[in-house]
């Protein structure tokens, strides 16, 4: 079955940049997107379509693709960016959607 | 502002069923695809099933097809998700949302309702 990958954590410091990898054999030819979510509470959509920003999100949060990886990068993170985030895409078929298995980001 | 409420979460033994209901609210439901999204006590998103605008299609994950049903009624602007067999490892909080963009992008989500599988 189709996997993306995800590291399981990122630390990083206030201001600094955090950027998280999602990698799957499909991204060339799938949308990818990307949601955060902190405890207790329902995924906020983030990313969509790689890289365009949804509705509500700072412009430090910002999406990327390269081959099969795709990157969200938070530029000046802040300490209310502390939350698990999700890549989210479909096998080649485009049948099978899948998220990967989360990153958690800290912020020391 | 979009809203979507999540219903009929409970407990139920191993191989019960249960059918989860999603009120929608604030959009126009029968234009859009919905999804349904589980997470396990402490652990990933996985996704469920999604069905298509006007109900003809119907996608589901290998760990639930032929157990899990997804059904809307766009008359009454609610989703459905009829579960059978059901099984420990189906013990998630199930979230239903709305399909924003493309085929699978969930731009809006309920707030989840509780499934626990056990005996």
């Known amino acids: 079955s189709y996997e993306l990958t995800q590291p399981p954590s990122v630390s990083v410091s206030p201001g600094q940049t955090a950027r998280i990898t999602c990698s799957g054999d499909?991204?060339?030819?799938?949308?990818a997107y990307w949601y955060q979510q902190k405890p207790g509470q329902a995924p906020v959509l983030v990313i969509y379509?790689?890289?365009k920003r949804a509705s509500g999100i700072p412009e430090r949060f910002s999406g990327s693709s390269s081959g099969t990886t795709i990157t969200l990068t938070i530029s000046g993170v802040q300490a209310e960016d502390e939350a698990d985030y999700y890549c989210q895409s479909a096998d080649s078929g485009g049948i099978n959607v899948v998220f990967g298995g989360g990153t958690k980001v800290t912020v020391l | 502002e979009v809203q979507l409420l999540e219903s009929g979460g409970g407990l139920v033994q191993p191989g019960g069923s249960l059918r989860l209901s999603c009120a929608a609210s604030k959009f126009t439901f029968s234009s859009y695809a919905m999804s349904w999204v589980r997470q396990s006590p402490r652990k990933g998103l996985e996704w469920v099933s999604t069905i298509s605008d006007n109900g003809r299609t119907t996608y589901y994950a290998d760990s639930v097809k032929g157990r899990f049903t997804i059904s809307r009624d766009n008359s009454y602007d609610t989703l459905y998700l009829q579960m059978g067999s059901l099984r420990v490892e189906d013990t998630a909080v199930y979230y239903c949302?709305?399909?924003?963009?493309?085929?699978?992008?969930?731009?809006?989500w309920g707030q989840g309702t509780l499934v626990t599988v056990s005996s």
């Open positions: 499909a991204l060339p030819k799938q949308y």
């Open positions: 379509k790689d890289s």
């Open positions: 949302a709305k399909v924003g963009y493309g085929d699978y992008g969930c731009d809006y």
